[in-house]
Nanobody, 125 residues
Framework: QVQLVESGGGLVQPGGSLRLSCAASESSFRINLRGWYRHAPGKQRELVAT???????TYADSVKGRFTLSRDNDKHTFSLQMNSLKPEDTAVYYC???????????????????WGQGTQVTVAS
């Protein structure tokens, strides 16, 4: 079964940077990203950034100016560049997307509103 895969998490010091990526688990599939979310222990899941069908991006106030969502067409991934990280950014980060099957002739929907397994981001000294 094709899945969403997040990568790029890790441990970083406050003020540091990380770049998360989200892609389909198999190369014949592409994704249309709906957004990035995060879930910290003891807190509710939080929206980090959303992307509409026309490509418009909205960021949570808590990350605005520090995080940037982008599309890497060559790698068929969506990335979340996270700069000036703070301890309160510590969470498991999840991407949410529609998975598409790509052929030379057409694009087929495979799974809508799919979620990855998440990648841990820890910001600590």
């Amino acid at each position: 079964q094709v899945q969403l895969v997040e990568s790029g998490g890790g441990l970083v010091q406050p003020g540091g940077s990380l770049r998360l990526s989200c892609a389909a688990s198999e190369s014949s599939f592409r994704i249309n990203l709906r957004g990035w979310y995060r879930h910290a222990p003891g807190k509710q899941r939080e929206l980090v950034a959303t992307r509409t069908a026309d490509g418009s991006i909205t960021y949570a106030d808590s990350v605005k100016g520090r995080f940037t969502l982008s599309r890497d067409n060559d790698k068929h991934t969506f990335s979340l560049q996270m700069n000036s990280l703070k301890p309160e950014d510590t969470a498991v980060y999840y991407c949410n997307a529609d998975i598409l099957f790509i052929t030379d002739a057409a694009t087929w929907p495979y799974e809508s509103d799919s979620w990855g397994q998440g990648t841990q981001v820890t910001v600590a000294s």
